[in-house]
């Protein structure tokens, strides 16, 4: 069992940056590839980043790729999403997530959920 808990969303004007983290409970969380995806208001949940367990291998939706950066600290249990030059239709809530299938792009490839935390960019 994996528990997530997401930090580190707020306000802030186009152009700007947050890192969002991602704190796993669990003596096992390095076997588990990790994702993050983002629902906006009326829209499905999209995948945005995602990855593998020992944080060799990254991949990227094509919308944020080149400005955001995720990456793990297994020592410290935690994820991190590095949101740069942000734009107001990267506005949703953040979801980080964990599964044992390897990173994917779907959420029905992960096991565990965290609560989302919500990112809102200003234009």
């Known amino acids: 069992q994996v528990q997530l808990v997401e930090s580190g969303g707020g306000l802030v004007q186009a152009g700007g940056s947050l890192r969002l983290s991602c704190a796993a409970s669990g003596r096992t969380f390095s076997s588990y590839a990790v994702g993050w995806f983002r629902q906006a208001p009326g829209k499905e949940r999209e995948f945005v980043a995602a990855?593998?367990?020992?944080?060799?291998?990254?991949f990227y939706a094509d919308s944020v790729k080149g400005r955001f950066t995720i990456s793990r600290d297994n020592a410290k249990n935690t994820v991190y999403l590095q949101m740069n030059s942000l734009k107001p239709e990267d506005t949703a809530v953040y979801y980080c997530?964990?599964?044992?299938?390897?990173?994917?792009?779907?959420?029905?490839?992960?096991?565990?959920w965290g609560q989302g935390t919500q990112v809102t960019v200003s234009s």
């Open positions: 990855i593998s367990r020992i944080g060799i291998s990254t």
């Open positions: 997530a964990a599964g044992s299938r390897g990173y994917n792009t779907r959420p029905s490839d992960y096991d565990y």
